[in-house]
């Protein structure tokens, strides 16, 4: 509607009238924009996604507020898409996950006192191999509650430990994990390079593309980075040298900015860096739920396996042993 023309007030105003359910909202956001509240900060005050209220403020800098919507739209819908994915993926193994410590817990309850039972009253004494099953069955809901105590004490104390550091210090910690360390610098580099095309391409310097991107706060770590990199640029680097510092951007968006600095097309550059990341990502996110789904089904496997040897193979044992 804004690329045919019309305000973001009639916009709003159009969407509101269209659908009664969301007319109160509509009308609350007509309300604050006529008192001159910007866009952005009207979305983030109702939780809006932080990702998306950067864009947004970012393109109320540059101007391109109409494609700034369209690819928040977008992105949005990709990501609740990918949610509702992973759910369907999770759905089933997590119900088989929970079967399994229910029959884990019947059968420390029921079975394994009945085993130990006649165990004294045969006088068998089992190998260390069904001594090693009866102690995972009767041990098992013990070290699966003990586990998720370390879980949440470990998320407790990142968590803690993550709030006392700067946004750049805890990406350089993200950036030195191997299983997300490839997906972080992609998320990061392109949304960097995203955002200081659309700036540059709109006649921004560098210093106030980072002056903008310093000035928001929907982003922290990209503000902490852009206050770093100022401060570089007073002291006679350039872009690319500083940027170079943080371990949390892919290097290959070192190499296009240098290129781009020498060529005079850093705007351009950027953009095709940024739609090239996004590419990359998307087609890194299937694999990865293409292998969720298999990796679970495996452990549950492995676990049921487990529990059916601990039940089976003592009969076996004694059943040879008579």
Known sequence: MLQNGFSM???IGFLGRMDQRGSSFTQAMLKKLQEGIPIHEILSEEQFDKKACAQIFFADKHGNIAIALKE??????????????????????????????????????LLL????????????????????????????PLLLSIFCVIVFLVFLFSCLYFSKNTPVKNAEWIARIPAVRFYFRLFNSQFLAR?????LQSGFSINEVLACIASQHYRPLVKNTAELIRKDLTLGYSFSNSLSKFSFYDPQLIMVIQHGEKNGR??????????FCLGQIEEKMEKVFKIIQPVM????????????????LPMFDMMDSI
């Open 113 to 140: 006192s009945q085993f130990t039972d006649l165990y004294s009253s045969m006088d068998y004494h089992p190998s260390p191999l069904i001594r090693f099953f009866t102690q995972l069955m009767e041990k098992g």
């Open 297 to 312: 089904f495996f452990i549950i496997g492995l676990l049921v396996l487990a529990v059916y040897l601990s039940i089976m």
């Open 195 to 199: 955002e200081c095309s659309f700036l």
């Open 9 to 11: 007030g009639d916009a």
């Open 72 to 109: 928040a739209g977008t992105y949005l819908i990709k990501r609740d898409n990918e949610r509702k994915m992973m759910m369907k993926l999770l759905q089933y193994p997590l119900v088989l996950i929970g079967i399994l410590i229910l029959i884990l817990f019947l059968l420390k309850n």
């Open 266 to 275: 850093l705007d351009q550059e950027l953009q095709f860096y940024s739609r």
